[in-house]
């Protein structure tokens, strides 16, 4: 059974470029969240995705947006680049269903460098 | 709002040693807790989680933490270190209504800790 897996594992972009991330839960899971984790620092909630609409938001400029799909998987989309979202991009992934709480799974990131 | 506290940024031990890692949270509500590791180069992975019951619980690799509901705290304790647990150590909580454990989880700012062989 695979965990959650991300892609690319790196990118490097241009600031005032535009990069998407994908993201695909682990099975059986059907809420994916973003997280930005900056050199040093702890990862930063972004937005959550369930039944592909956003359902919760962290303090992110509209810059950020994201999609889900049918199948559960996830798209992080950043446009405008700065210098400043250089950072390490986390997805997880938890099932909402069954009523008792589960822990949410991350996915091993895609370094974004900006320069 | 929710936010994390951990006292120490960077822990600095030798093998044998014991560990203890200060985490606070400030929340008034039910909360779910938690400890995550950041081995270099790899991705976060749980180390241990509370949710209800018991406040000792136990983790992964020998790592325990406490939940003090009074202090609002949850520290991260491991009798003895060994080298290979040098890592970055993230406290975590999260807390909503209704499906709690899918929401989002604010995070610490971390403690990295190295241990001397």
């Known amino acids: 059974d695979a965990g959650v897996t991300q892609s690319p594992t790196h990118l490097i972009k241009t600031r005032g470029q535009q990069v998407t991330l994908r993201c695909s839960p682990k099975s059986g899971h059907d809420t994916v969240s973003w997280y930005q984790q900056a050199l040093g620092q702890g990862p930063q909630f972004i937005f959550q995705y369930y039944e592909e609409e956003e359902r919760q938001r962290g303090n992110f400029p509209d810059r950020f947006s994201g999609h889900q799909f049918p199948n559960y998987s996830s798209e992080l989309n950043v446009n405008a680049l700065l210098l400043g979202d250089s950072a390490l991009y986390l997805c997880?992934?938890?099932?909402?269903?069954?009523?008792?709480?589960?822990?949410?799974?991350f996915g091993p990131g895609t370094r974004l460098t900006v320069t | 709002a929710q936010s994390v506290s951990q006292h120490n940024h960077h822990v600095i031990l030798s093998e044998a040693a014991s560990l203890e890692l200060g985490c606070n949270y400030s929340?008034?509500?039910?909360?779910?807790l938690f400890w995550y590791v950041q081995y270099p180069g790899q991705h976060l992975q749980l180390l241990l989680k509370y949710f209800s019951g018991d406040p000792l619980v136990k983790g992964i690799k020998g790592f325990e933490a406490e939940f003090i509901k009074s202090k609002f705290s949850f520290n991260l304790r491991k009798p003895s270190v060994q080298w290979s647990d040098t890592a970055e150590y993230f406290c975590?909580?999260?807390?909503?209504?209704?499906?709690?454990?899918?929401?989002?989880?604010?995070f610490g700012s971390g403690t990295r800790l190295s241990i001397r062989p």
């Open positions: 997880a992934s938890v099932s909402r269903g069954g009523g008792r709480p589960y822990e949410q799974y």
């Open positions: 929340y008034g509500g039910t909360v779910n």
């Open positions: 975590a909580v999260n807390s909503l209504p209704g499906y709690s454990s899918a929401s989002k989880i604010i």
